[in-house]
């Protein structure tokens, strides 16, 4: 069955910079669009960013776009978020999702669809 597993969450200072990492198992990961969102205490979810299946096209929300680049490597079956220049808005709780892309139409209308598979989550604090 499809897996999805976070790592790379911590604390940094502003400014900082991090690295998630999305390992993906029971699927094949060219197939599927992968996404980053996120979710602070008190705050509703937040998309943060898709890459495409195949093509790898990718979308970021207004938030976080100059800051932060997602990338796929289909040899190690594994989505990374490199967040570079955090700020303490960026804390949060970071998940990926993955879902079928056969049209490469998921990311079309990230954030507003549906991702059936889902990750824990990691831990992001971004705190002096």
């Known amino acids: 069955q499809v897996q999805l597993v976070e790592s790379g969450g911590g604390l940094v200072q502003p400014g900082g910079s991090l690295r998630l990492s999305c390992a993906a198992s029971g699927f094949t990961l060219d197939d599927y669009a992968i996404a980053w969102f996120r979710q602070a205490p008190g705050k509703e979810r937040e998309g943060v960013s898709c890459i495409s299946s195949s093509d790898g096209s990718t979308y970021y929300s207004d938030s976080v776009k100059g800051r932060f680049t997602i990338s796929r490597d289909n040899a190690k079956n594994t989505v990374y978020l490199q967040m570079n220049s955090l700020k303490p808005e960026d804390t949060a709780a970071y998940y990926c999702?993955?879902?079928?892309?056969?049209?490469?139409?998921?990311?079309?209308?990230?954030?507003?669809?549906?991702?059936?598979?889902w990750g824990q989550g990691t831990q992001v604090t971004v705190s002096s």
């Open positions: 999702a993955a879902d079928p892309d056969p049209i490469q139409a998921m990311c079309v209308m990230f954030p507003d669809i549906t991702f059936d598979s």
